[in-house]
C-alpha cells in the first residue's frame, strides 16, 4: 500500500483547510503547491519534523530533542505512541494545535494526561500499544481534527471531576450517616449490628456502583480526550480503545481498594461506638433504622439531593419530620425579647428547688448565685423569707410575700362552704341594750330576764352568763348582758358583730344625754337598727315628747313623728310597755329577716368567759349560726376543747344550742376572750393546729407592740417615773467577776430605783437564760462571755435587751449613768462576722495561722477582733492577716473558708471562735 497522498487528502484526513496545511508544507520547505500535489511518505515526515521544530520553539525555544526526553517520560506510561522516536509526532500535533489560542487548551490536556498517569500505577500493555506509533507520527498532520474534540472534552472532564467528588461525597456521608446510625443502636446492638453490617455493604457497593458510574463515563471520555489530542490519525483508536478499557479496569480497581478499607474502618468504627453506646433509647435507634434504610436504598442523602436539585422520597418525609423542630424555632422567633418580669409569691420559707420553679430558672443557678454571695446550699435546702426575697429581686423578677393559706383559712373556707350548703332557717333576734347612765339598762334586763327567763327547777335562780334568751308568745329574743356601747364597741372591734338590734334606754324624766348620743352613733355606725325605750314612765316627772324630740335632732325619729324608729314607753320598776318593747323587738326582727342554717356546724362568738373553781375554764358561748352540740370539738381564739359539758342562763344542761342561742360551756384549754369566735370543727388535731398558729400570731404580735425588756426604755421610763426597778441577768467569765459585779450593780440601786439581779453565774449566756429574762423582764448582760446560738435565737425573738462588756467599770456606768438618765452617746458593738477555727497551721513565718470556716457574717480584716473559747473571751485584738488560699483579702463572707493570722496571739486552738465586730457611736434619745 502506498503512504503517498494529496494534498487534499491529508487536509481532508487532518481536518484543515488545503490552504493551511499547503503554507505550513512551504514552510517546512516542501514543493507543493496544489491540492493535487502528491505528498510522499518523507515528505510527511519532514513536515512533521518542522512542525515539532516550530512547536518547541514556541513553547520555550528548547530543542525537540532535547525537549523528547522528558515528554517522553510523562507521556510513556500512557501513550504507547509516545514510545520511539515515531512517538514524537504527537507532540508537535499539540504544538500545532497549540498555537496561538490554542494553546490553553492543550496545557489542560497535558494536565489531564498527567492526572491519569498518576492513577495508572502499571501500563503493562504499554508496549504494545506502541506499535502503531510509526503510523501515529505518519498521521501528525492530522492533528487539528482532535482540537474540536479536546475541547468539547474539557467541560466533560469537569463534569466527570464532579461525578466523581459527587462519589466521594456520597461515601463520606454514608460514612457519616452510618456513624450516626451506630450511635442509636444501642439496646437492639446486635440486631443494629447486623443491619450496620449489611447497611455498610450496600454502601460499599453503593459507593462501587457510584465509581463505576463515575468513572466509566469520566475516566474514558478523559482519556479519548487526552489520547485524541496527543495521537494523530485514526490508527491509535484500537490502542485508545485498549487504554480506555484498561484505565477503566484500573481505576475502579484502586477505588475500589480505597473503598474496601473505608468500609472496614467504618464497620470496625461503627461496631465500637455500638458496644460503647448500649443506653440510648431503641425507640430512637428504631426511627433512625427507618431512616438508615431510606438512605441506604436512595443512597443520596437529603443534603445531597438538594445539592443535585434532585427531591428524593425520603428526603421529602425527613423534611416533614422537622416540622415540630420548625415550629419551635418559630416559637422561639416569636419569643419576646424583653425580660420577662415575674411577681413571685415568698412564703415564710421555701426551698431552693422550689423558689426556682417559681420563678422558672434552673435551680442550679439559684445555687450558683446564693453560692457567689457566699451561701452554700443544696437545692433541697430552705431559704427564709428574706433571703429568698432578695434572690427573687437579685433575678430580676418581683417579690411578693406570699399570703399563707395556713390551717385557719382552710378552716373558715371548709366552714363557709358547710354554711353554705346547709338551709337556712329564721333565728331569733340578739339584742344589746345602750343607753345613759342611771336611765335603767340594767333594771330592764333584770326585768326581763326575771319575767321571762324560765327559772330553773334548782332554786330557781337564773345565772349570769352574759346573756340569756326569751321566749314569748311572739318569738324567741336573746339579750347581751352586758349593757353600754363600751362593751357593744369592745365587741366589734374584735370584729364581733352579735348584735342584731340595740335597745335604746332613754329615762323619760331625764332625755338624751350625752352617752344616749354615744349610744346612738355607735349603733348608726354599725347599722343596727335601733328600737327606744322610753323607761321610768312610772314617774310623775316623766317627760316622754321631750324625749322623742331630742332624739329627732340626733337623727332618730319616731314612727308617729314620720320616722322609722319604734319607740315603746317602759318602765323597768312597774314593767309597764315591757311587753310592747319585747313585740317591737320582734317587729323589728321580722322586719330584718334574720336568718341562719342549722344544720351545720356551730359558728358563734365568745359573749364572756372565766376560769371557774372546780369546773375550769367557763365560756358562754352566743351559737350564730348551726349547732353546738355536746361533745363537738371547737377552737376559740387561740384555745380549743371538746365541748364537755354545756348549760342554759337557768344553770340547766344542755345537749345543744342552735342559732342565737347562748350557751355555758365546759371543755376549753383556757379562758378564751369574750369576742373570740368559736368554731366546730369535726378534727381535734386540726383545732390544736389552729390554736397553737393563732397563738403564735398573737404572742408576736404582742412583742410587735410592746417590745420586750430593753435598758434603753426602761431608763427612758425611769426619767417618766413609770418603772422602779431594772431586772439583770448577768454572766460572767469568772465567780470574781460575777460577784464583783454583781455587788456593784446592787450599790447603784437608791430610793427611786431598784437594781435587781435575777440570776447570774460564770459561763456563756444559754438559752434558759435567755429565757428567764423574758419571763422577769430582765436585761441580759454578758462580762466577757457570749450567748449561745440557742440564747440567741430567743434574744432575737423575743428583742431582748443583750449586751457584751469587756471592762467591769464600762458595765457599771452604763447601767448607772441609764438609771441616772445620763447616757453618754451609746457606743453599741455590732458583731458582723464569726469564724470557727478548724485547724490552726504553724508558720515560722506568720505564726499560728487559723483555718477557719465563716459561720455568720462577714469576716473583716480591718475590724477588731475576739477570740472566744467555750463562748468565753480569751483574747481580743486584731487580725495579722486574712487570706484566702494565698492570696490577703479584705473580708470573708459566711460559708467560705480562710486563713487567720491573729495580732500578737498565737494560742489559737480548734474549736476556738473568732469574732469580728464593729463600734457604733449613736446619741441616746431620752
Ligand atoms: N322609778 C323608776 N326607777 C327606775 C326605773 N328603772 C330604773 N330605775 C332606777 O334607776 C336607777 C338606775 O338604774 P340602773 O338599772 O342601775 O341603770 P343603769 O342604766 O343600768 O345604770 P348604770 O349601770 O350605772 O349604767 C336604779 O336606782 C333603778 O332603781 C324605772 O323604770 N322606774
Same mark, same amino acid.
Given at each position: 500500500?502506498?503512504?503517498?497522498?494529496?494534498?487534499?487528502?491529508?487536509?481532508?484526513?487532518?481536518?484543515?483547510?488545503?490552504?493551511?496545511?499547503?503554507?505550513?508544507?512551504?514552510?517546512?520547505?516542501?514543493?507543493?503547491?496544489?491540492?493535487?500535489?502528491?505528498?510522499?511518505?518523507?515528505?510527511?515526515?519532514?513536515?512533521?519534523?518542522?512542525?515539532?521544530?516550530?512547536?518547541?520553539?514556541?513553547?520555550?525555544?528548547?530543542?525537540?530533542?532535547?525537549?523528547?526526553?522528558?515528554?517522553?517520560?510523562?507521556?510513556?506510561?500512557?501513550?504507547?505512541?509516545?514510545?520511539?522516536?515515531?512517538?514524537?509526532?504527537?507532540?508537535?500535533?499539540?504544538?500545532?494545535?497549540?498555537?496561538?489560542?490554542?494553546?490553553?487548551?492543550?496545557?489542560?490536556?497535558?494536565?489531564?494526561?498527567?492526572?491519569?498517569?498518576?492513577?495508572?500505577?502499571?501500563?503493562?500493555?504499554?508496549?504494545?500499544? $506502541?506499535?502503531?506509533?510509526?503510523?501515529?507520527?505518519?498521521?501528525?498532520?492530522?492533528?487539528? +481534527?482532535?482540537?474540536?474534540? +479536546?475541547?468539547?472534552?474539557?467541560?466533560? %472532564?469537569?463534569?466527570?471531576?464532579?461525578?466523581?467528588?459527587?462519589?466521594?461525597?456520597?461515601?463520606?456521608?454514608?460514612?457519616?450517616?452510618?456513624?450516626?446510625?451506630?450511635?442509636?443502636?444501642?439496646?437492639?446492638?446486635?440486631?443494629?449490628?447486623?443491619?450496620? =453490617?449489611?447497611?455498610?455493604?450496600?454502601?460499599?457497593? /453503593?459507593?462501587?456502583?457510584?465509581?463505576?458510574?463515575?468513572?466509566?463515563?469520566?475516566?474514558?471520555?478523559?482519556?479519548?480526550?487526552?489520547?485524541?489530542?496527543?495521537?494523530?490519525?485514526? &490508527?491509535?483508536?484500537?490502542?485508545?480503545?485498549?487504554?480506555?478499557?484498561?484505565?477503566?479496569?484500573?481505576?475502579?480497581?484502586?477505588?475500589?481498594?480505597?473503598?474496601?478499607?473505608?468500609?472496614?474502618?467504618?464497620?470496625?468504627?461503627?461496631?465500637?461506638?455500638?458496644?460503647?453506646?448500649?443506653?440510648?433509647?431503641?425507640?430512637?435507634?428504631?426511627?433512625?433504622?427507618?431512616? /438508615?434504610?431510606?438512605?441506604?436504598?436512595?443512597?443520596?442523602?437529603?443534603?445531597?439531593?438538594?445539592?443535585?436539585?434532585?427531591?428524593?422520597?425520603?428526603?421529602?418525609?425527613?423534611?416533614?419530620?422537622?416540622?415540630?423542630?420548625?415550629?419551635?424555632?418559630?416559637?422561639?422567633?416569636? =419569643?419576646?425579647?424583653?425580660?420577662?418580669?415575674?411577681?413571685?409569691?415568698?412564703?415564710?420559707?421555701?426551698?431552693?428547688?422550689?423558689?426556682?420553679?417559681?420563678?422558672?430558672?434552673?435551680?442550679?443557678?439559684?445555687?450558683?448565685?446564693?453560692?457567689?454571695?457566699?451561701?452554700?446550699?443544696?437545692?433541697?435546702?430552705?431559704?427564709?423569707?428574706?433571703?429568698?426575697?432578695?434572690?427573687?429581686?437579685?433575678?430580676?423578677?418581683?417579690?411578693?410575700?406570699?399570703?399563707?393559706?395556713?390551717?385557719?383559712?382552710?378552716?373558715?373556707?371548709?366552714?363557709?362552704?358547710?354554711?353554705?350548703?346547709?338551709? $337556712?332557717?329564721?333565728?331569733?333576734?340578739?339584742?344589746?341594750?345602750?343607753?345613759?347612765?342611771?336611765?335603767?339598762?340594767? *333594771?330592764?334586763?333584770?326585768?326581763?330576764?326575771?319575767?321571762?327567763?324560765?327559772?330553773?327547777?334548782?332554786?330557781?335562780?337564773?345565772?349570769?352568763?352574759?346573756?340569756?334568751?326569751?321566749?314569748?308568745?311572739?318569738?324567741?329574743?336573746?339579750?347581751?348582758?352586758?349593757?353600754?356601747?363600751?362593751?357593744?364597741?369592745?365587741?366589734?372591734?374584735?370584729?364581733?358583730?352579735?348584735?342584731?338590734?340595740?335597745?335604746?334606754?332613754?329615762?323619760?324624766?331625764?332625755?338624751?344625754?350625752?352617752?344616749?348620743?354615744?349610744?346612738?352613733?355607735?349603733?348608726?355606725? *354599725?347599722?343596727?337598727?335601733?328600737?327606744?325605750?322610753?323607761?321610768?314612765?312610772?314617774?310623775?316627772?316623766?317627760?316622754?315628747? =321631750?324625749?322623742?324630740?331630742?332624739?329627732?335632732?340626733?337623727?332618730?325619729?319616731?314612727?308617729?313623728?314620720?320616722?322609722?324608729?319604734?319607740?315603746?314607753?317602759?318602765?323597768?320598776?312597774?314593767?309597764?310597755?315591757?311587753?310592747?318593747?319585747?313585740?317591737?323587738?320582734?317587729?323589728?326582727?321580722?322586719?330584718?329577716?334574720?336568718?341562719?342554717?342549722?344544720?351545720?356546724?356551730?359558728?358563734?362568738?365568745?359573749?364572756?368567759?372565766?376560769?371557774?373553781?372546780?369546773?375550769?375554764?367557763?365560756?358562754?358561748?352566743?351559737?350564730?349560726?348551726?349547732?353546738?352540740?355536746?361533745?363537738?370539738?371547737?377552737?376559740?381564739?387561740?384555745?380549743?376543747?371538746?365541748?364537755?359539758?354545756?348549760?342554759?342562763?337557768?344553770?340547766?344542761?344542755?345537749?345543744?344550742?342552735?342559732?342565737?342561742?347562748?350557751?355555758?360551756?365546759?371543755?376549753?384549754?383556757?379562758?378564751?376572750?369574750?369576742?373570740?369566735?368559736?368554731?366546730?370543727?369535726?378534727?381535734?388535731?386540726?383545732?390544736?393546729?389552729?390554736?397553737?398558729?393563732?397563738?403564735?400570731?398573737? =404572742? &408576736?404580735?404582742?412583742?410587735?407592740?410592746?417590745?420586750?425588756?430593753?435598758?434603753?426604755?426602761?431608763?427612758?421610763?425611769?426619767?417618766?417615773?413609770?418603772?422602779?426597778?431594772?431586772?439583770?441577768?448577768?454572766?460572767?467569765?469568772?465567780?470574781?467577776?460575777?460577784?464583783?459585779?454583781?455587788?456593784?450593780?446592787?450599790?447603784?440601786?437608791?430610793?427611786?430605783?431598784?437594781?435587781?439581779?435575777?440570776?447570774?453565774?460564770?459561763?456563756?449566756?444559754?438559752?434558759?437564760?435567755?429565757?428567764?429574762?423574758?419571763?422577769?423582764?430582765?436585761?441580759?448582760?454578758?462580762?466577757?462571755?457570749?450567748?449561745?446560738?440557742?440564747?440567741?435565737?430567743?434574744?432575737?425573738?423575743?428583742?431582748?435587751?443583750?449586751?457584751?462588756?469587756?471592762?467591769?467599770?464600762?458595765?457599771?456606768?452604763?447601767?448607772?449613768?441609764?438609771? $441616772?438618765?445620763?447616757? *453618754?452617746?451609746?457606743?453599741?458593738?455590732?458583731?458582723?462576722?464569726?469564724?470557727?477555727?478548724?485547724?490552726?497551721?504553724?508558720?515560722?513565718?506568720?505564726?499560728?495561722?487559723?483555718?477557719?470556716?465563716?459561720?455568720?457574717?462577714?469576716?473583716?480584716?480591718?475590724?477588731?477582733?475576739?477570740?472566744? %473559747?467555750?463562748?468565753?473571751?480569751?483574747?481580743?485584738?486584731?487580725?495579722?492577716?486574712?487570706?484566702?488560699?494565698?492570696?490577703?483579702?479584705?473580708?470573708?463572707?459566711?460559708?467560705?473558708?480562710?486563713?487567720?493570722?491573729?495580732?500578737?496571739?498565737?494560742?489559737?486552738?480548734?474549736?476556738?471562735?473568732?469574732?469580728?465586730?464593729?463600734?457604733?457611736?449613736?446619741?441616746?434619745?431620752?
Amino acid at each position: 500500500m502506498s503512504s503517498d497522498v494529496t494534498v487534499k487528502q491529508l487536509a481532508t484526513t487532518v481536518n484543515i483547510p488545503v490552504e493551511r496545511l499547503l503554507a505550513q508544507l512551504n514552510e517546512a520547505g516542501i514543493q507543493a503547491d496544489a491540492a493535487e500535489a502528491t505528498i510522499t511518505e518523507q515528505e510527511k515526515l519532514q513536515l512533521l519534523n518542522y512542525l515539532r521544530r516550530s512547536s518547541a520553539k514556541k513553547e520555550g525555544g528548547e530543542e525537540p530533542a532535547k525537549r523528547a526526553a522528558p515528554t517522553q517520560r510523562r507521556d510513556a506510561p500512557t501513550d504507547p505512541r509516545s514510545r520511539g522516536p515515531q512517538s514524537r509526532p504527537s507532540r508537535p500535533s499539540l504544538s500545532t494545535r497549540g498555537g496561538g489560542t490554542q494553546r490553553g487548551q492543550k496545557t489542560v490536556s497535558v494536565e489531564v494526561r498527567r492526572k491519569r498517569t498518576q492513577l495508572r500505577r502499571e501500563e503493562p500493555k504499554a508496549p504494545a500499544i $506502541s506499535e502503531p506509533l510509526p503510523t501515529a507520527a505518519a498521521e501528525a498532520p492530522e492533528q487539528p +481534527a482532535p482540537e474540536p474534540a +479536546a475541547a468539547k472534552q474539557a467541560p466533560q %472532564r469537569g463534569v466527570s471531576d464532579e461525578q466523581r467528588r459527587r462519589a466521594e461525597l456520597e461515601a463520606r456521608r454514608a460514612e457519616e450517616d452510618a456513624r450516626r446510625l451506630a450511635e442509636q443502636e444501642e439496646q437492639e446492638r446486635l440486631r443494629a449490628e447486623e443491619e450496620a =453490617r449489611r447497611r455498610a455493604e450496600d454502601e460499599a457497593r /453503593k459507593r462501587r456502583e457510584a465509581d463505576v458510574a463515575a468513572h466509566p463515563q469520566g475516566m474514558p471520555t478523559e482519556e479519548a480526550a487526552a489520547e485524541v489530542t496527543a495521537a494523530v490519525g485514526e &490508527q491509535p483508536a484500537a490502542a485508545e480503545a485498549e487504554t480506555a478499557a484498561e484505565a477503566e479496569a484500573q481505576a475502579p480497581a484502586s477505588t475500589e481498594a480505597e473503598t474496601q478499607e473505608r468500609h472496614r474502618k467504618h464497620v470496625k468504627k461503627h461496631e465500637e461506638r455500638t458496644d460503647r453506646e448500649k443506653d440510648k433509647p431503641a425507640k430512637k435507634a428504631g426511627k433512625k433504622d427507618a431512616g /438508615k434504610a431510606r438512605r441506604a436504598g436512595g443512597g443520596v442523602d437529603d443534603d445531597d439531593a438538594a445539592a443535585l436539585g434532585v427531591i428524593s422520597r425520603p428526603s421529602v418525609r425527613r423534611r416533614k419530620k422537622p416540622g415540630k423542630p420548625q415550629l419551635a424555632e418559630k416559637h422561639q422567633f416569636q =419569643r419576646p425579647t424583653a425580660p420577662v418580669v415575674r411577681e413571685v409569691e415568698v412564703p415564710e420559707s421555701i426551698s431552693v428547688a422550689d423558689l426556682a420553679q417559681r420563678m422558672s430558672v434552673k435551680a442550679a443557678d439559684l445555687v450558683k448565685i446564693l453560692f457567689k454571695q457566699g451561701m452554700m446550699v443544696t437545692i433541697n435546702q430552705m431559704l427564709d423569707r428574706d433571703t429568698a426575697m432578695l434572690l427573687v429581686e437579685e433575678m430580676g423578677h418581683r417579690a411578693v410575700e406570699a399570703k399563707e393559706k395556713d390551717a385557719e383559712d382552710s378552716l373558715m373556707e371548709l366552714l363557709g362552704e358547710e354554711t353554705e350548703q346547709a338551709e $337556712s332557717l329564721p333565728r331569733p333576734p340578739v339584742v344589746t341594750i345602750m343607753g345613759h347612765v342611771d336611765h335603767g339598762k340594767t *333594771s330592764l334586763l333584770d326585768y326581763i330576764r326575771r319575767t321571762r327567763v324560765t327559772a330553773g327547777e334548782a332554786g330557781g335562780i337564773t345565772q349570769h352568763i352574759g346573756a340569756y334568751h326569751v321566749e314569748t308568745d311572739k318569738g324567741i329574743i336573746s339579750f347581751l348582758d352586758t349593757p353600754g356601747h363600751a362593751a357593744f364597741s369592745a365587741m366589734r372591734a374584735r370584729g364581733a358583730k352579735v348584735t342584731d338590734i340595740v335597745i335604746l334606754v332613754v329615762a323619760a324624766d331625764d332625755g338624751v344625754m350625752p352617752q344616749t348620743i354615744e349610744a346612738i352613733q355607735h349603733a348608726k355606725a *354599725s347599722g343596727v337598727p335601733v328600737v327606744v325605750a322610753i323607761n321610768k314612765m312610772d314617774k310623775p316627772e316623766a317627760n316622754p315628747d =321631750r324625749v322623742l324630740q331630742e332624739l329627732t335632732q340626733h337623727e332618730v325619729v319616731a314612727e308617729e313623728w314620720g320616722g322609722d324608729t319604734i319607740m315603746v314607753k317602759v318602765s323597768a320598776k312597774s314593767g309597764e310597755g315591757i311587753d310592747d318593747l319585747l313585740d317591737a323587738v320582734l317587729l323589728q326582727a321580722e322586719v330584718l329577716e334574720l336568718r341562719a342554717p342549722a344544720d351545720s356546724p356551730a359558728h358563734g362568738t365568745i359573749v364572756e368567759s372565766s376560769v371557774e373553781k372546780g369546773r375550769g375554764p367557763v365560756a358562754t358561748v352566743l351559737v350564730q349560726s348551726g349547732t353546738l352540740r355536746q361533745g363537738d370539738t371547737i377552737v376559740s381564739g387561740s384555745e380549743y376543747g371538746r365541748v364537755r359539758a354545756m348549760f342554759n342562763e337557768t344553770g340547766q344542761p344542755v345537749q345543744d344550742a342552735g342559732p342565737s342561742i347562748p350557751v355555758q360551756v365546759l371543755g376549753l384549754s383556757a379562758a378564751p376572750n369574750a369576742g373570740d369566735d368559736v368554731i366546730a370543727v369535726t378534727d381535734e388535731r386540726k383545732a390544736r393546729e389552729v390554736a397553737e398558729l393563732r397563738a403564735e400570731r398573737d =404572742r &408576736q404580735l404582742r412583742i410587735d407592740q410592746q417590745g420586750a425588756a430593753n435598758l434603753e426604755q426602761l431608763f427612758s421610763q425611769f426619767k417618766e417615773g413609770e418603772t422602779k426597778s431594772v431586772n439583770i441577768i448577768l454572766k460572767a467569765d469568772v465567780q470574781g467577776s460575777v460577784e464583783a459585779l454583781r455587788e456593784a450593780l446592787m450599790k447603784l440601786s437608791n430610793d427611786e430605783v431598784k437594781v435587781a439581779v435575777v440570776a447570774s453565774g460564770v459561763g456563756g449566756i444559754t438559752e434558759s437564760d435567755a429565757n428567764l429574762a423574758v419571763t422577769s423582764n430582765a436585761i441580759l448582760l454578758g462580762f466577757n462571755v457570749r450567748a449561745d446560738a440557742a440564747a440567741r435565737r430567743v434574744v432575737e425573738s423575743h428583742g431582748l435587751d443583750l449586751r457584751y462588756y469587756s471592762i467591769i467599770y464600762e458595765l457599771i456606768d452604763d447601767v448607772k449613768q441609764a438609771i $441616772s438618765g445620763m447616757l *453618754s452617746p451609746i457606743v453599741t458593738e455590732e458583731i458582723i462576722g464569726l469564724a470557727e477555727v478548724r485547724d490552726v497551721f504553724r508558720s515560722s513565718k506568720f505564726g499560728a495561722i487559723a483555718g477557719c470556716m465563716v459561720v455568720d457574717g462577714t469576716i473583716k480584716r480591718n475590724n477588731p477582733i475576739r477570740v472566744l %473559747r467555750n463562748n468565753v473571751v480569751v483574747y481580743e485584738g486584731a487580725l495579722e492577716s486574712l487570706r484566702r488560699y494565698k492570696d490577703d483579702v479584705a473580708e470573708v463572707k459566711a460559708g467560705t473558708e480562710c486563713g487567720i493570722g491573729v495580732k500578737n496571739y498565737n494560742d489559737v486552738q480548734p474549736g476556738d471562735q473568732i469574732e469580728v465586730f464593729e463600734r457604733t457611736e449613736r446619741a441616746r434619745e431620752l
